[in-house]
T-cell receptor
Framework: SQTIHQWPATLVQPVGSPLSLECTVEGTSNPNLYWYRQAAGRGLQLLFYSVGIGQISSEVPQNLSASRPQDRQFILSSKKLLLSDSGFYLC??????????????FGAGTRLSVL | AQSVTQLGSHVSVSEGALVLLRCNYSSSVPPYLFWYVQYPNQGLQLLLKYTTGATLVKGINGFEAEFKKSETSFHLTKPSAHMSDAAEYFCAVRSYNTDKLIFGTGTRLQVFP
């Protein structure tokens, strides 16, 4: 069966420090991968998505970047965190097939507090 | 462009009462519609989805939703609320030719004994 892992589960970082959040998917190959941010009262905002190694699409301009160094690994980074980067970050994946794209599977999330 | 509106950021019901969470969408192409549930400090779990076919769809935990094209709605219902239903619920839409989901802002459901 397929599983998705995110770590760390919680993170407290000072303003101006770097960030690296990791997401990995097991049990499937060539998944489509997504990073979302959830801010209080604002729902989920799609930040990045990737259809393959090294292929990253950014949805909104921001202080963050994403990379996909391996087929099932998706990394969210920042060189210098801002207070506004605080939130709950969720990774998700879908199968790379026309029919199976209907369902996104989510990781457990990382709660980031920037102080 | 597609969008989703969830009416009511908070809904409170008594245990055993009807649950109704509202979702309206905007889409220029036939939509695919989803309801996800999020328990505290967890990721999202799919409750149910509508793609094509029968407009009344049944999901997990006794929830169901009806796609009404004329009303551009996809409201989530459950006949009898249980304490374990307390969570945040998100409606989402995407078109048939993209993977991207557009989420609503969520509705937090509280269930009182």
């Amino acid at each position: 069966s397929q599983t998705i892992h995110q770590w760390p589960a919680t993170l407290v970082q000072p303003v101006g420090s770097p960030l690296s959040l990791e997401c990995t998917v097991e049990g499937t190959s060539n998944p489509n991968l997504y990073w979302y941010r959830q801010a209080a009262g604002r729902g989920l905002q799609l930040l990045f998505y990737s259809v393959g190694i090294g292929q990253i699409s950014s949805e909104v301009p921001q202080n963050l970047s994403a990379s996909r160094p391996q087929d099932r690994q998706f990394i969210l980074s920042s060189k210098k965190l801002l207070l506004s980067d605080s939130g709950f970050y969720l990774c998700a994946w879908t199968r790379d097939s026309l029919l199976a794209k209907n369902i996104q599977y989510f990781g457990a999330g990382t709660r980031l507090s920037v102080l | 462009a597609q969008s989703v509106t969830q009416l009511g950021s908070h809904v409170s019901v008594s245990e055993g009462a009807l649950v109704l969470l509202r979702c309206n969408y905007s889409s220029s192409v036939p939509p695919y519609l989803f309801w996800y549930v999020q328990y505290p400090n967890q990721g999202l779990q799919l409750l149910l989805k509508y793609t094509t076919g029968a407009t009344l769809v049944k999901g997990i935990n006794g929830f169901e939703a009806e796609f009404k094209k004329s009303e551009t709605s996809f409201h989530l219902t459950k006949p009898s609320a249980h304490m374990s239903d307390a969570a945040e619920y998100f409606c989402a839409v995407r078109s048939y030719n993209t993977d991207k989901l557009i989420f609503g802002t969520g509705t937090r459901l509280q269930v009182f004994p």
